[in-house]
Structure formats: structure tokens, C-alpha cells
């Protein structure tokens, strides 16, 4: 069973910036679109960043219109590792941030739906 472990939360003042991390186990990682959700308290969970696979090292990326320009997903996979790089950070970014995997799948993917495996979590909190 494919596992994924978030790191690199924290409490940051606005304008700063975080790098999470997910690492993940198995040996679907490199074929796997990967995504980053997030859980604001009391709202439900939402798209924040995908990055694609490809067989020829050529990924491509989309984002929630409120963090383009601020965040960027990325991903190592010879270290089964994806990452979003956050800066810019403001409180509304506050959440459970989540890492998800669609093995199989090429294409970014929006919708949580669409994700076969799931982190569980890593809290990030911007103060004001």
C-alpha cells in the first residue's frame, strides 16, 4: 500500500514563507499525478497546487488562483518526494495542509475525488 508522510509545517507571520514536503513510499510515485490540498477549520477541504507525471521529465502545474504567484509545487522523483514551496505567506493560507497521489493518472487533477492516497497532514499557521 503506497504511503505518504507531510513534513515542513509550522507557524509563520505573514510574509513569510515554508517548504512542505511529502515523501512517499511504493512504487507508483513516479507515475502518479500529485497534488496538495488544504483544510481550513470548519471548511472543507480544497485543490491548492498539481503537478503532473511524464514519461519524458516534462511536468506541468496548476494552481488555485489565490496562491499563484506565491506558492510552487514541485517534484524529485528519485526521492519519491513532492514539495510546495509557499512565500507570501498570508493568515487565509492557514490550514491542514494534505499531499494526495493518482496513481496512474498523467494529467493535474483538481478534485479531490480523483486522489487514490492520502498524507495525513501537516498544520500550517500564518499570524497576522
Known amino acids: 500500500q503506497a504511503q505518504l508522510v507531510e513534513s515542513g509545517g509550522g507557524l509563520v507571520q505573514t510574509g513569510g514563507s515554508l517548504r512542505l514536503s511529502c515523501a512517499a513510499s511504493g512504487r507508483t510515485f513516479s507515475t502518479s499525478a500529485m497534488g496538495w490540498f488544504r483544510q481550513a477549520s470548519g471548511k472543507e477541504r480544497q485543490f491548492v497546487a498539481g503537478?503532473?507525471?511524464?514519461?519524458?521529465?516534462?511536468?506541468?502545474?496548476d494552481y488555485t488562483a489565490s496562491v499563484k504567484g506565491r506558492f510552487t509545487i514541485s517534484r524529485d522523483n528519485a526521492k519519491s518526494t513532492v514539495y510546495l514551496q509557499m512565500n507570501s505567506l498570508k493568515p487565509e493560507d492557514t490550514a491542514v495542509y494534505y499531499c494526495a497521489a493518482a496513481p496512474g493518472r498523467s494529467g493535474v487533477r483538481r478534485e479531490s475525488a480523483e486522489y487514490d492516497y492520502w498524507g495525513q497532514g501537516t498544520q500550517v499557521t500564518v499570524s497576522s
Open positions: 503537478i503532473s507525471w511524464s514519461a519524458n521529465r516534462i511536468y506541468y502545474t
